[in-house]
T-cell receptor, first 111, second 117 residues
Framework: QKEVEQNSGPLSVPEGAIASLNCTYSDRVSQSFFWYRQYSGKSPELIMSIYSNGDKEDGRFTAQLNKASQYVSLLIRDSQPSDSATYLC???????????FGTGTRLTIIP | GAVVSQHPSRVICKSGTSVKIECRSL??????MFWYRQFPKKSLMLMATSNEGSKATYEQGVEKDKFLINHASLTLSTLTVTSAHPEDSSFYIC?????????????FGPGTRLTVL
């Protein structure tokens, strides 16, 4: 079983709609959760981090964490063509400096 | 804040030569820096973890004699690809974790695209 799982997509969403990206993780002691956006040919960019259960909002982005169910999600409201990218979920476990990445979900916003 | 730079952004070299890539945290001190490589349309692959003043920890399957890592200060780490061959051609990306942050978030540099002829 993979430690961090994401649907590889591609996920196609019309412009202006809400894009919903999901991620599940297997290690219950995971404590920090991150969403990175990676455009083709570029390096990952940190867009959201979340550490406590519940929702965290930043502009058009909302991260949701449910530790009991071991999932973290990212909602993108009012999707724009510039949001088209691969979104990587990453998890950090207690006592470990490294991040465990999912394989990423490719998102395409259709104008 | 939390800016990481890499130099060079792109390098083309002949087979058998060595290439050095620099990674700098510009506005924070980094306790830990990481080196990744990524092949086209593939996932990030962690190569090694480096801490200032100590030897790097390499992931299984990564040749430490081929990929030399030096973490000279809290803002600078270098990766040297020794005796590069065409199969070493890849996108190399570093990341850094701020010393002041409690949650081990990583900020990535823009990457270095290495082509070995």
């Amino acid at each position: 079983q993979k430690e961090v799982e994401q649907n590889s997509g591609p996920l196609s969403v019309p412009e202006g709609a809400i894009a919903s990206l999901n991620c599940t993780y297997s290690d219950r002691v995971s404590q920090s959760f991150f969403w990175y956006r990676q455009y083709s040919g570029k390096s990952p960019e940190l867009i959201m981090s979340i550490y406590s259960n519940g929702d965290k909002e930043d502009g058009r982005f909302t991260a949701q964490l449910n530790k009991a169910s071991q999932y973290v999600s990212l909602l993108i409201r009012d999707s724009q063509p510039s949001d088209s990218a691969t979104y990587l979920c990453a998890v950090n476990n207690f006592g470990n400096e490294k991040l465990t990445f999912g394989t990423g979900t490719r998102l395409t916003i259709i104008p | 804040g939390a800016v990481v730079s890499q130099h060079p952004s792109r390098v083309i070299c002949k087979s058998g030569t060595s290439v050095k890539i620099e990674c700098r945290s510009l506005d924070f001190q980094a306790t830990t820096m990481f080196w990744y490589r990524q092949f086209p349309k593939k996932s990030l692959m962690l190569m090694a973890t480096s801490n200032e003043g100590s030897k790097a920890t390499y992931e299984q399957g990564v040749e430490k004699d081929k990929f030399l890592i030096n973490h000279a200060s809290l803002t600078l780490s270098t990766l040297t690809v020794t005796s590069a061959h065409p199969e070493d051609s890849s996108f190399y990306i570093c990341s850094a974790t701020p010393a002041s942050g409690p949650y081990n978030e990583q900020f990535f540099g823009p990457g270095t695209r290495l082509t070995v002829l």
